[in-house]
């Protein structure tokens, strides 16, 4: 199963994504970033515990990452932006 990862919002400002951009995991390990300019390794490390599970159709909700949506999974990069004057950007997760 495929998953798009697209940017629902960003806290501060982010030197690397803009709201919209969206990397596809095909296949469950493959890395697509056809549609984002590049890839922050912060945002990879927040994806890291969960991408597995959610293209092997475990349920955002069983993991506990839905919101008012169960189909889809939240997550947010690891930047501490109150305090390093960064983005933390939020993450909405979708299988495809």
Do not use: W
């Not at 095909?26 to 300019?37: M, V």
């Not at 927040?46 to 069983?62: D, E, F, T």
């Amino acid at each position: 199963m495929d998953l798009v990862v697209r940017v629902k919002e960003i806290k501060g400002t982010c030197p690397v994504y803009s709201l919209g951009d969206s990397i596809v995991i095909r296949e469950g390990y493959i890395l697509d970033t056809k549609d984002s300019p590049a890839v922050c390794m912060h945002s990879l490390a927040s994806l890291m515990p969960y991408y597995v599970a959610l293209s092997k159709g475990i349920s955002p909700q069983n993991l506990g990452l839905s919101g008012k949506k169960p189909d889809r999974a939240y997550v947010q990069c690891l930047d501490p932006c109150e305090i390093t004057g960064g983005g933390t950007v939020i993450f909405e997760i979708t299988a495809d």
